[in-house]
Each structure stands twice: as structure tokens, then as C-alpha cells.
């Protein structure tokens, strides 16, 4: 599978579960649902707070 992080454009991700994704190089959680990434800023306290509105559909789907 070919990911690139939608914040960056880093392609340095890492596999945190069966479907998350951790981004090395701007520090963002993915989540691969269906076709689409839903993307979280980690906060201090370990929370998720969602990026999602900060991208559009297209920037958020997989490439294959």
C-alpha cells in the first residue's frame, strides 16, 4: 500500500494497529475507513483532536 500523509506529504508512516497509522515526520494519527483517511493531531494528554475539516474528501483518499 502506497500512503502519503495528507498534512505533509511525508510517506514516513508507521503501522500503530490493524488500521491506524502514525505519521513520523508531523506527529498526526490516520485511520484508514473504507477508501477515506480520517486524520487526528495527538494532543499532550494522549487525546484525538480530529483534522479532518482542515482537508478536503480528495486529499483524504487512499491511493492504492
Do not use: A
Not at 21 to 27: E, K, L, R
Not at 49 to 64: A, Y
Request: proline letters at 2%.
Amino acid at each position: 500500500m502506497f500512503m502519503r500523509c495528507p498534512n505533509c506529504s511525508s510517506k514516513d508512516i508507521g503501522k500503530i494497529g490493524s488500521q491506524q497509522f502514525y505519521c513520523w515526520n508531523c506527529f498526526v494519527e490516520l485511520s484508514v475507513t473504507g477508501n477515506e483517511l480520517t486524520v487526528h493531531q495527538v494532543e499532550s494528554d494522549g487525546s484525538l483532536s480530529s483534522l479532518n475539516d482542515l482537508f478536503t474528501e480528495e486529499e483524504r483518499k487512499l491511493e492504492w
